[in-house]
Each structure stands twice: as C-alpha cells, then as structure tokens.
C-alpha cells in the first residue's frame, strides 16, 4: 500500500512559522482530499485540516483557523501546511493522509488511509 511522506517539522519559537510538506510516490495526490492530522503526548490524533480534490472545499479545526493554510502544487505532486503563529500547544507529531470519500469534521474524522510516519513540531522558547 502506497504510504504518504510528511517533512518539514522542527524547533520553532512561539509566534515562528513552519511549512509542512506531504508527498507519495506512485500516487497522484490531487485525485484525493488530503488531511493534515496531529497527535501530541497522551492524547488521541486530531484532525486539522483537509483539501478536497480540485480544491473547492477547506477544513480547518477551529483550533487553527487563521493561522494554518493548507494548499497544494500539483506540478510538484505535494500538499501543504503553511502554519504560522505557532503555539506551545500546536506541539504534535503532524501526519498527512488521504482519502475518496472522507472528511474532517469539527472532533471527528473518517475514512482516511494511507498514513505517513509523521514530522515533529515542536513549539518552545
């Protein structure tokens, strides 16, 4: 089974921003909704953010509007997660994921595979 691949985690201060990348070979990502997932310490994964195929329709968990912006380059087969203004509590290993016919919804997601082994973000000064 095709696994998807997250990069671009790190150390940042509060308030710094990171880009997220998310990519697969052998699949095409825009025939698919993608989701950006996180699961800090003790606690269960969450859904962030997804992208439809074509682009119409955005989630995003009200924990996160306005400071993350997901998007995609499909020339460069990849999705991302622009996230800015980080906080301490954005602190989470970030998995990306695909889907046909799933979505997030506010505390719930279903119906995505495909999962990459996930990047770190860690937020601390």
């Known amino acids: 089974q095709v696994q998807l691949v997250e990069s671009g985690g790190g150390l940042v201060q509060p308030g710094g921003s990171l880009r997220l990348s998310c990519t697969a070979s052998?699949?095409?990502?825009?025939?698919?909704?993608i989701g950006w997932f996180r699961q800090a310490p003790g606690k269960e994964r969450e859904g962030v953010s997804c992208?439809?195929?074509?682009?119409?329709?955005?989630f995003y968990a009200d924990s996160v509007k306005g400071r993350f912006t997901i998007s995609r380059d499909n020339a460069k087969n990849t999705v991302y997660l622009q996230m800015d203004s980080l906080k301490p509590e954005d602190t989470a290993v970030y998995y990306c994921?695909?889907?046909?016919?799933?979505?997030?919804?506010?505390?719930?997601?279903?119906?995505?595979?495909?999962w990459g082994q996930g990047t770190q973000v860690t937020v601390s000064s």
């Open positions: 992208i439809n195929s074509g682009d119409t329709s955005i």
């Open positions: 994921a695909k889907t046909s016919t799933g979505w997030i919804t506010s505390g719930n997601y279903y119906g995505f595979g495909s």
């Open positions: 052998g699949l095409t990502l825009e025939y698919y909704t």
